[in-house]
């Protein structure tokens, strides 16, 4: 099965990931930022397709994506559909 979004999402991977963000820069860059346990509590967790994930927030039932970089894992940017 082609990905059409593969070389794209793997450069933005390799992107932030050569130089991950501080919380509190991401902050200042996107805004609200999670760690795991918090996106789990506000979120659930439909798919991954790095560094993309597909969720559901709890609150209200609002499907979007958030970014994440792996080491420190932090999400942030969330975009509703």
């Known amino acids: 099965m ?3 979004t593969e070389s794209i999402r793997r450069q933005e991977v390799a992107e932030i990931n050569a130089n991950p963000g501080s919380r509190e820069a991401l902050e200042a860059e996107h ?3 999670w760690d795991t346990d918090q996106m789990r509590a506000d979120f659930d967790a439909l798919g991954f397709m790095a560094p993309y994930i597909i969720v559901s927030r709890k609150c ?3 499907k979007g994506s958030l970014k994440f970089q792996h080491s ?6 969330f975009q509703a559909d």
């Not at 420190?72 to 940017?77: E, M």
């Open 72 to 77: 420190t894992r932090l999400y942030y940017s």
């Open 60 to 62: 209200d039932g609002a």
């Open 2 to 4: 082609s990905d059409p």
């Open 31 to 33: 805004g609200q930022v």
